[in-house]
Protein backbone atom coordinates (compact mmCIF):
# COMPACT_ATOMS: atom_id res chain seq x y z
CA UNK A 1 0.00 0.00 0.00
CA UNK A 2 2.55 2.97 -1.36
CA UNK A 3 2.19 6.26 -2.70
CA UNK A 4 4.67 7.45 -4.82
CA UNK A 5 4.21 10.96 -5.00
CA UNK A 6 6.43 12.90 -7.80
CA UNK A 7 6.40 16.42 -9.45
CA UNK A 8 8.12 15.31 -12.43
CA UNK A 9 8.20 11.75 -12.78
CA UNK A 10 11.11 11.54 -15.42
CA UNK A 11 13.39 13.17 -12.69
CA UNK A 12 12.08 11.19 -9.72
CA UNK A 13 11.65 7.85 -10.70
CA UNK A 14 15.73 7.26 -10.83
CA UNK A 15 15.56 8.03 -7.46
CA UNK A 16 13.36 5.89 -6.11
CA UNK A 17 14.18 2.76 -8.85
CA UNK A 18 15.79 0.99 -6.17
CA UNK A 19 12.86 0.83 -3.75
CA UNK A 20 10.64 0.52 -6.35
CA UNK A 21 12.04 -3.00 -7.23
CA UNK A 22 11.73 -3.48 -4.06
CA UNK A 23 8.21 -3.04 -3.66
CA UNK A 24 6.66 -4.14 -7.05
CA UNK A 25 4.96 -7.57 -7.52
CA UNK A 26 6.69 -9.80 -10.25
CA UNK A 27 4.98 -9.44 -13.94
CA UNK A 28 3.13 -6.36 -12.62
CA UNK A 29 -0.25 -4.97 -14.61
CA UNK A 30 -0.21 -1.02 -14.68
CA UNK A 31 -3.53 0.88 -15.36
CA UNK A 32 -3.07 4.43 -16.29
CA UNK A 33 -5.28 6.98 -16.75
CA UNK A 34 -4.54 10.53 -18.30
CA UNK A 35 -7.13 12.38 -17.82
CA UNK A 36 -5.94 15.35 -16.53
CA UNK A 37 -6.43 17.29 -19.76
CA UNK A 38 -6.11 21.38 -19.56
CA UNK A 39 -10.15 21.88 -21.80
CA UNK A 40 -12.16 18.81 -22.32
CA UNK A 41 -11.72 16.38 -25.50
CA UNK A 42 -13.04 13.55 -26.39
CA UNK A 43 -12.05 9.38 -26.92
CA UNK A 44 -10.43 9.75 -30.61
CA UNK A 45 -8.82 13.12 -29.49
CA UNK A 46 -7.13 11.17 -26.26
CA UNK A 47 -6.32 7.90 -28.20
CA UNK A 48 -5.29 9.48 -31.29
CA UNK A 49 -3.23 12.87 -29.59
CA UNK A 50 -3.25 13.61 -26.31
CA UNK A 51 -2.17 10.31 -25.16
CA UNK A 52 -1.12 8.43 -28.87
CA UNK A 53 0.98 5.40 -28.68
CA UNK A 54 4.52 6.36 -29.29
CA UNK A 55 3.86 10.03 -29.43
CA UNK A 56 5.73 12.41 -26.21
CA UNK A 57 3.26 12.45 -23.47
CA UNK A 58 2.80 8.62 -24.39
CA UNK A 59 6.16 8.10 -24.04
CA UNK A 60 7.24 9.92 -21.14
CA UNK A 61 5.58 7.84 -19.10
CA UNK A 62 5.93 4.42 -20.66
CA UNK A 63 9.89 5.01 -20.54
CA UNK A 64 9.43 5.42 -16.69
CA UNK A 65 7.43 2.56 -16.24
CA UNK A 66 10.25 0.24 -18.43
CA UNK A 67 13.08 1.84 -16.02
CA UNK A 68 11.46 -0.35 -13.50
CA UNK A 69 10.70 -3.62 -15.54
CA UNK A 70 7.50 -2.87 -16.34
CA UNK A 71 6.30 -4.74 -19.79
CA UNK A 72 4.88 -2.00 -22.47
CA UNK A 73 1.99 -5.15 -22.96
CA UNK A 74 0.99 -5.09 -19.43
CA UNK A 75 -0.05 -1.77 -19.29
CA UNK A 76 -3.41 -0.34 -20.09
CA UNK A 77 -4.45 3.01 -20.72
CA UNK A 78 -7.96 3.67 -19.63
CA UNK A 79 -10.07 5.96 -22.01
CA UNK A 80 -12.79 8.11 -19.80
CA UNK A 81 -14.91 8.33 -22.82
CA UNK A 82 -14.99 5.27 -24.75
CA UNK A 83 -14.71 2.71 -21.63
CA UNK A 84 -17.22 1.57 -20.07
CA UNK A 85 -17.84 2.29 -15.57
CA UNK A 86 -17.84 -2.13 -15.74
CA UNK A 87 -14.87 -1.94 -17.71
CA UNK A 88 -12.91 0.46 -15.75
CA UNK A 89 -13.46 -1.34 -12.85
CA UNK A 90 -12.42 -4.23 -13.84
CA UNK A 91 -8.64 -2.84 -15.21
CA UNK A 92 -8.49 -0.98 -12.13
CA UNK A 93 -9.44 -4.48 -9.84
CA UNK A 94 -6.87 -6.65 -11.94
CA UNK A 95 -3.82 -3.78 -11.93
CA UNK A 96 -1.32 -3.95 -9.76
CA UNK A 97 -0.67 -0.31 -10.34
CA UNK A 98 -2.45 2.98 -10.70
CA UNK A 99 -0.46 5.99 -12.59
CA UNK A 100 -2.09 9.07 -12.31
CA UNK A 101 -0.20 11.58 -14.53
CA UNK A 102 0.08 14.97 -14.12
CA UNK A 103 -2.05 18.18 -15.39
CA UNK A 104 -5.49 19.49 -14.56
CA UNK A 105 -5.97 18.91 -10.99
CA UNK A 106 -10.35 19.48 -11.41
CA UNK A 107 -10.49 18.06 -14.58
CA UNK A 108 -8.91 14.56 -13.71
CA UNK A 109 -11.04 14.74 -10.45
CA UNK A 110 -14.41 15.40 -12.14
CA UNK A 111 -13.57 12.93 -14.54
CA UNK A 112 -13.20 10.22 -11.90
CA UNK A 113 -15.80 11.16 -9.84
CA UNK A 114 -18.78 12.34 -12.13
CA UNK A 115 -17.86 10.89 -15.70
CA UNK A 116 -16.74 7.44 -14.82
CA UNK A 117 -18.28 7.51 -11.45
CA UNK A 118 -15.08 4.97 -10.15
CA UNK A 119 -14.55 7.48 -7.34
CA UNK A 120 -14.65 4.53 -4.59
CA UNK A 121 -12.43 2.41 -6.96
CA UNK A 122 -9.58 5.00 -6.72
CA UNK A 123 -9.74 5.69 -3.12
CA UNK A 124 -9.50 1.99 -2.08
CA UNK A 125 -7.33 1.02 -4.01
CA UNK A 126 -4.71 -1.09 -2.10
CA UNK A 127 -2.12 -1.07 -4.05
CA UNK A 128 0.83 0.77 -5.50
CA UNK A 129 -0.32 4.72 -6.81
CA UNK A 130 2.25 6.59 -8.92
CA UNK A 131 1.06 10.24 -9.16
CA UNK A 132 2.75 12.64 -10.62
CA UNK A 133 2.02 16.58 -10.08
CA UNK A 134 -1.64 16.29 -10.25
CA UNK A 135 -1.82 12.74 -9.89
CA UNK A 136 -0.04 13.23 -6.30
CA UNK A 137 -2.20 16.31 -5.33
CA UNK A 138 -5.86 14.30 -5.41
CA UNK A 139 -4.07 11.55 -3.91
CA UNK A 140 -4.96 13.68 -0.31
CA UNK A 141 -8.93 14.44 0.72
CA UNK A 142 -7.66 18.05 0.70
CA UNK A 143 -4.89 19.54 -2.02
CA UNK A 144 -3.75 23.34 -2.00
CA UNK A 145 -3.17 24.99 -5.31
CA UNK A 146 -0.70 28.08 -5.34
CA UNK A 147 -0.48 31.05 -7.92
CA UNK A 148 2.68 30.44 -9.68
CA UNK A 149 1.15 29.65 -12.94
CA UNK A 150 -1.23 30.88 -15.40
CA UNK A 151 -4.00 28.39 -14.85
CA UNK A 152 -4.50 29.19 -11.02
CA UNK A 153 -4.75 33.15 -10.63
CA UNK A 154 -5.01 32.68 -6.69
CA UNK A 155 -4.18 30.25 -3.33
CA UNK A 156 -7.30 27.94 -2.86
CA UNK A 157 -7.95 24.61 -1.43
CA UNK A 158 -9.87 21.63 -3.27
CA UNK A 159 -11.39 17.89 -3.00
CA UNK A 160 -9.22 15.38 -3.80
CA UNK A 161 -9.22 11.70 -3.58
CA UNK A 162 -8.70 10.66 -0.28
CA UNK A 163 -6.41 8.15 -1.03
CA UNK A 164 -4.18 9.03 2.00
CA UNK A 165 -5.46 9.89 5.34
CA UNK A 166 -4.04 13.71 5.08
CA UNK A 167 -1.37 13.58 7.65
CA UNK A 168 0.41 16.38 5.72
CA UNK A 169 -0.12 18.33 2.40
CA UNK A 170 2.40 19.16 -0.56
CA UNK A 171 3.41 21.20 -2.66
CA UNK A 172 4.81 20.19 -6.42
CA UNK A 173 6.56 21.84 -8.84
CA UNK A 174 7.83 24.12 -5.76
CA UNK A 175 10.28 26.69 -6.84
CA UNK A 176 13.06 28.27 -4.86
CA UNK A 177 11.98 31.89 -4.03
CA UNK A 178 11.83 33.32 -0.10
CA UNK A 179 8.64 34.71 -0.51
CA UNK A 180 7.31 31.53 -2.23
CA UNK A 181 8.27 28.90 0.62
CA UNK A 182 7.49 31.50 2.93
CA UNK A 183 3.62 31.21 1.75
CA UNK A 184 4.08 27.64 2.35
CA UNK A 185 5.44 28.07 5.60
CA UNK A 186 2.59 30.06 6.48
CA UNK A 187 0.04 26.69 5.06
CA UNK A 188 1.30 24.65 7.34
CA UNK A 189 1.06 27.06 10.57
CA UNK A 190 -2.73 27.82 9.43
CA UNK A 191 -3.69 24.22 9.30
CA UNK A 192 -1.59 22.86 11.71
CA UNK A 193 0.04 20.70 9.28
CA UNK A 194 3.02 19.29 7.63
CA UNK A 195 3.49 20.91 4.17
CA UNK A 196 6.08 18.76 1.86
CA UNK A 197 7.19 21.12 -0.88
CA UNK A 198 8.56 18.65 -4.08
CA UNK A 199 10.43 20.19 -6.37
CA UNK A 200 10.73 18.82 -9.59
CA UNK A 201 13.94 17.11 -8.33
CA UNK A 202 12.43 15.26 -5.62
CA UNK A 203 9.76 12.49 -4.81
CA UNK A 204 8.54 10.98 -1.76
CA UNK A 205 7.05 7.34 -0.89
CA UNK A 206 4.13 7.19 1.80
CA UNK A 207 3.59 3.77 3.48
CA UNK A 208 -0.18 3.53 3.49
CA UNK A 209 -0.21 0.95 6.20
CA UNK A 210 2.40 2.25 8.29
CA UNK A 211 2.53 5.57 7.50
CA UNK A 212 6.08 6.06 7.70
CA UNK A 213 7.31 8.65 4.27
CA UNK A 214 10.61 8.25 2.91
CA UNK A 215 11.76 11.36 0.81
CA UNK A 216 14.41 11.29 -2.03
CA UNK A 217 16.00 14.49 -3.79
CA UNK A 218 14.90 17.79 -3.18
CA UNK A 219 11.91 17.82 -0.92
CA UNK A 220 11.43 20.48 1.71
CA UNK A 221 9.13 20.04 4.44
CA UNK A 222 7.67 22.84 6.74
CA UNK A 223 6.40 22.11 10.31
CA UNK A 224 3.67 24.15 12.14
CA UNK A 225 4.46 26.56 14.01
CA UNK A 226 7.94 27.92 12.56
CA UNK A 227 7.88 31.70 12.13
CA UNK A 228 11.01 31.68 10.02
CA UNK A 229 12.65 29.00 7.59
CA UNK A 230 15.89 27.65 7.84
Known sequence: MYSILFSRIELGMDMVKNKM?????????????PWAFPVEIDADKLDNDFFKKGERRYNRYINELKKIGIEESNITICNCYSDSKEKLKNIIKNSNIL???GGNPEMFFRKVLHDTEIFYD????????????AGAE????????????NFYKYFAFYDGFGILDDPFY???HTINNKRYLDSLQKVSNDTHKKVYA????????YNRKNKKIEIFGNVKEFNPNKVDNP
Not at 122 to 133: A, Q, T, W
Not at 138 to 149: E, G, P, S, V, W
Not at 198 to 205: P, V, Y
Open 99 to 101: LLP
Open 122 to 133: IKHFDRLIIGES
Open 21 to 33: LEILPSNPKVAIL
Open 170 to 172: IDV
Open 138 to 149: LQLKRYFITAKN
Open 198 to 205: IFDDGALI
